[in-house]
Nanobody, 125 residues
Framework: QLQLVESGGGLVQPGGSLRLSCAAS????????IGWFRQAPGKEREGVSC????????YYRDSVKGRFTISRDNAKNTVYLQMNSLKPEDTAVYYC??????????????????WGQGTQVTVSS
């Protein structure tokens, strides 16, 4: 079982940056993939990015490519999401999630086993 703690959300102006962190405790070696998701009010949760722990391969949804960067520090059992050039449409609660198996469909909610508590990101002037 994993415990996940997210941090780094907040209020930022359009064009600004934030870095989200997701720290895990437990048997993290059993989880080969970590994803970031977001959910805006009245909308479904959607995959934002994913990283493979072993080789660092990354995946992004089209709307964040070139603006967001996912990374991991395996020694610290922590995954990061660097978000630059933020837009109002990026406003959502952001969740990290860890998966015990990796499938190509990294953006599917049902691939993941453990979820963080969520952190609010608000992009507004």
């Amino acid at each position: 079982q994993l415990q996940l703690v997210e941090s780094g959300g907040g209020l930022v102006q359009p064009g600004g940056s934030l870095r989200l962190s997701c720290a895990a405790s437990g048997f993290t070696s059993d989880y080969p993939a970590i994803g970031w998701f977001r959910q805006a009010p009245g909308k479904e949760r959607e995959g934002v990015s994913c990283i493979r722990r072993s080789n660092g391969i990354t995946y992004y949804r089209d709307s964040v490519k070139g603006r967001f960067t996912i990374s991991r520090d395996n020694a610290k059992n922590t995954v990061y999401l660097q978000m630059n050039s933020l837009k109002p449409e990026d406003t959502a609660v952001y969740y990290c999630a860890w998966a015990s198996k990796f499938f190509g469909t990294w953006y599917r909610v049902d691939m993941y086993d453990y979820w963080g508590q969520g952190t609010q990101v608000t992009v507004s002037s």
